[in-house]
């Protein structure tokens, strides 16, 4: 009896009722990429009916999906990766992380400085890729981190791997951690690292790693693992919940890559969650405002889902979700608030059922849960009687 939930990171289906609060009016990430690309044929989710729930060019409603489709509304505030998947797992927030659109404070950048030992270029609202083009040579020259911030909740710094290793990058992000709690507590410090020897060919590498707050209570994972059961993460999991609740976490290089350890795992666990974040839709392409690229990573996932479906077993439920959007055809290059998709398939699960529009993301974990008989979230409906074969 397994759950594998796999997390099309940014995948969103639809802005929500109060995206103009977001300045996200319009976004709807998956049906207009299939627009700026011409369209967008998704042959096996179409089998399990995401067509169903959202206008997409080149993949239409599918009268018979062999799955349950539908689309969940998020309750928490708030648009980033640890918001999203945090209320999947049955974490609402209901406020939001600080963000900090000016940069941060002078007094806060001079005491982390101070703390390591070197001083910082940037300290600004920036594009990730950017940035490093921007200063990248100037901080191979001078040896100080790129400190910069996005419209999330992050405090992110970048370095390149021969000017600071890894190992330091990480201890610096570990010191920058300790620091931003309080009235500067941010969701995320994140370590991205780059190689390269000139503004010309720098780039990002897959060695980022995120340094979360940890969350309020327990989630489904401390949950799934309280009872003994497996609970793996595979792909920035670990990060985003601050390493707890996990029996195993295995990092990734890329969406095949995530596809192919989520395929190892599931050869190797009997009983618990397999939790996937695919980042690669968020990382390399919404941000980027890049449709074509975003359109090719989604038929790469599609044409791997039949081997994922094939090996589940009788008792196994296979959820294929998003954690927020990132619409790549919008001016901005931050995340967009937007509805996620639900898909969910099984040998024991119905075909064809529309879940409709659920109210919070937490109605996952809370259908999760109750599958695995482990104590019931916080917040969240299961919708497990709903779609199992009785």
């Not at 909740?153 to 201890?171: C, D, G, K, N």
């Not at 989630?219 to 670990?238: A, F, M, P, R, S």
């Not at 969650?273 to 996932?301: C, E, Q, S, W």
């Not at 479906?309 to 990132?326: F, P």
Request: hydrophobic share 35%; aromatic share 8%; charged share 25%.
């Amino acid at each position: 009896m397994r759950i594998i939930l796999i997390v099309l990171d940014s995948v969103g289906v639809g802005a929500l009722d109060d995206a103009n609060l977001y300045g996200d009016e319009g976004s709807n990430t998956l049906s207009n990429i299939s627009y700026a690309v011409g369209g967008l044929e998704l042959k096996n989710l179409y089998q399990l009916g995401i067509g169903n729930i959202t206008d997409i060019k080149g993949t239409p409603p599918n009268p018979n999906p062999v799955g349950v489709f539908g689309k969940s509304k998020e309750m928490s505030k708030g648009k980033d990766t640890i918001t999203g998947h945090w209320e999947i797992a049955g974490v609402v927030l209901e406020e939001p992380f600080k963000t900090f659109p000016n940069g941060f404070p002078e007094d806060l950048i001079q005491e982390f400085e101070k703390r390591i030992g070197r001083k910082v270029l940037g300290n600004k609202v920036a594009s990730g890729t950017e940035i490093i083009k921007e200063l990248g040579e100037e901080h191979i020259k001078t040896g100080y981190p790129i400190v910069y911030t996005s419209a999330d909740s992050v405090f992110q710094i970048a370095a390149h791997e021969e000017v600071i290793p890894l190992e330091e990058l990480y201890r610096i992000c570990q010191i920058a951690r300790q620091l931003l709690v309080g009235k500067y507590l941010v969701a995320r410090v994140i370590a991205r690292p780059f190689v390269g020897q000139d503004r010309n060919s720098f780039v990002r590498t897959y060695n980022r790693r995120d340094f979360a707050v940890e969350p309020p209570y327990n989630t489904l994972l401390d949950n799934i693992k309280e009872v003994g059961y497996e609970c793996v993460g595979i792909g920035k999991i670990e990060d985003i919940f601050a390493k707890r609740g996990l029996t195993k976490s295995i990092h990734t290089e890329g969406n095949m890559d995530g596809v192919d350890k989520t395929l190892k795992v599931m050869d190797e666990v009997d009983k618990g969650l397999i939790f996937t974040n695919l980042v690669d839709y968020d990382m390399l392409y919404g941000h980027r405002n890049d449709p074509h690229g975003y359109a090719k990573a989604l038929i790469d996932f599609d044409t791997r889902l039949p081997e994922i479906m094939e090996k589940l077993k009788k008792d196994d439920i296979l959820i294929i979700t998003a954690d927020h959007g990132c619409d790549p055809t919008t001016p901005s290059t931050d995340h967009s608030r937007e509805h996620v998709p639900i898909l969910v398939y099984g040998q024991n699960i119905k075909k064809g059922y529309d879940l409709g529009i659920r109210k919070s993301f937490s109605d996952i974990g809370q259908t999760i849960a109750e599958y695995l008989n482990v104590k019931p979230l916080k917040f969240g409906e299961s919708f497990l009687k709903e779609i199992v074969i009785k």
